[in-house]
């Protein structure tokens, strides 16, 4: 996170432009010089710097740049000498400022660069020369990377639950043990074009190489040796791509009103987690939960008190289960829980607590007036298929209905 930012350009109204552009992108405090000669105190302490190139600054972004500082150069000048002079000194980007909007670009870059810090790369190459100049051109952009030198190596990352999660595959082709070609189709058998998409290097310019690629699931091809600034321009791309992909994802799986999950994220998700239970032969456990009386709530109070009535009962049961379980809003006022690796007697006591937590509490309506709720849940533990442990856990809280209300029933 970029808490503070330092920006020095000798044009005042500019620099004045970008403060007030960062300012609206990154919560961050901003110190302004227009002074080259001026002397810094703590010029080391900043986490990001906005620099216009001149003669008297060069020496100042070399320093920085030799302390692995997050640097984007300003400058009025585009031209080739000025372009490979900033490219040496490997800034994570440069703006030329002629053009209105290049004010909010740079505020879009150190939005970026700030976005960055979530990001891993992970890097397949045999060569070690490849393996570091990638590793500094993401170390430019604040981005984190994993190095594999083949593509067996690479899978097997991707395969172990204890590995941290992926972005972007940046790969070879030729490699040994398993090459770039077979690392992409065994990717795609298991991640999406959309999901993880995978950038490959090849010395080859073949276009019937680059076409197999393409058509087996890469996203995008380069030649080496690569320009950096073109590397680092697809590597963006994808990653920009893949963050559009996973929001909209996101937005069709998340209930709009309560924040949480739905039915489409619970059957994608809940499925795969079942499965590895059962291979593992580890319990687990679904819940259904129903709202008592949640039609007399809307019809007595409206139906934004009913809106009110389940964030209410999502954030109790939030606070109330745990981190590893999967709650989503189902339909109306029903909520599903799966509870993996867990026995059934365990599953009981987290539900029951559930319940009780949910009884004891109270929504306040207005100054004067409150509501307690209650709530109904059946449990299944016995490992079937989704949709048969769905039916079961809902036969047995409509029992816990028909029986008297706010309690647990199950009958495995």
């Known amino acids: ?217 890469a996203n995008d091809y380069i030649t080496k040796p690569f320009i950096n600034e073109e590397f680092m321009g697809r590597v963006t791309n994808a990653l920009l791509v893949a963050e559009m992909f996973n929001k909209i994802k996101n937005m069709a799986m998340t209930d709009q009103l309560t924040g949480i999950h739905n039915r489409l994220y619970f059957y994608e998700t809940a499925t795969k987690v079942l499965n590895i239970a059962s291979r593992a032969n580890q319990p687990s456990a679904i819940a259904m939960v129903d709202i008592d009386n949640f039609k007399n709530i809307n019809d007595t109070f409206g139906h934004e008190v009913g809106d009110r009535a389940l964030i209410h009962i999502v954030e109790t049961m939030k606070n109330t289960l745990r981190s590893s379980d999967i709650f989503v809003r189902f339909g109306g006022e029903e909520f599903v829980i799966l509870l993996p690796n867990c026995p059934h007697d365990k599953a009981l006591y987290v539900m029951q607590k559930v319940c009780d937590t949910i009884e004891k509490a109270t929504l306040h309506i207005s100054s004067s007036e409150s509501l307690k709720i209650t709530v109904s849940i059946g449990i299944t533990s016995v490992l079937e298929d989704i949709d048969i442990m769905i039916d079961k856990a809902d036969k047995y809280m409509y029992y816990a209905k028909q029986h008297g209300k706010n309690q647990v029933y199950t009958q495995d």
């Open 1 to 217: 996170m970029f808490n503070s930012t330092l920006i020095i350009d000798d044009d005042t109204l500019f620099s004045t432009i970008i403060r007030e552009n960062i300012e609206i992108s990154l919560n961050t405090t901003i110190d302004s010089f227009d002074d080259y000669n001026v002397k810094i105190d703590r010029l080391f302490e900043y986490d990001l710097y906005i620099i216009r190139l001149d003669i008297q600054t060069e020496s100042i972004i070399k320093k920085l740049s030799d302390e692995d500082k997050f640097i984007i150069i300003t400058t009025n000048y585009d031209n080739k000498e000025t372009r490979e002079k900033i490219l040496s000194l490997h800034v994570a980007d440069y703006v030329v400022t002629n053009a209105p909007s290049s004010a909010t670009y740079i505020a879009k870059v150190a939005k970026r660069l700030e976005s960055n810090e979530a990001k891993r790369i992970l890097i397949v190459d045999d060569s070690k020369i490849i393996l570091l100049q990638i590793a500094i051109l993401l170390g430019t952009q604040n981005i984190n990377y994993v190095q594999c030198r083949d593509g067996k190596e690479a899978w097997d990352y991707l395969n172990d639950t204890n590995s941290q999660p992926i972005d972007l595959v940046v790969t070879d082709y030729e490699m040994p043990k398993m090459n770039g070609y077979e690392l992409v189709k065994q990717i795609r058998t298991r991640y999406s074009f959309e999901e993880l998409p995978v950038l490959v290097l090849s010395g080859t310019q073949d276009t019937y190489m680059i076409s197999r690629f393409l058509k087996v699931g």
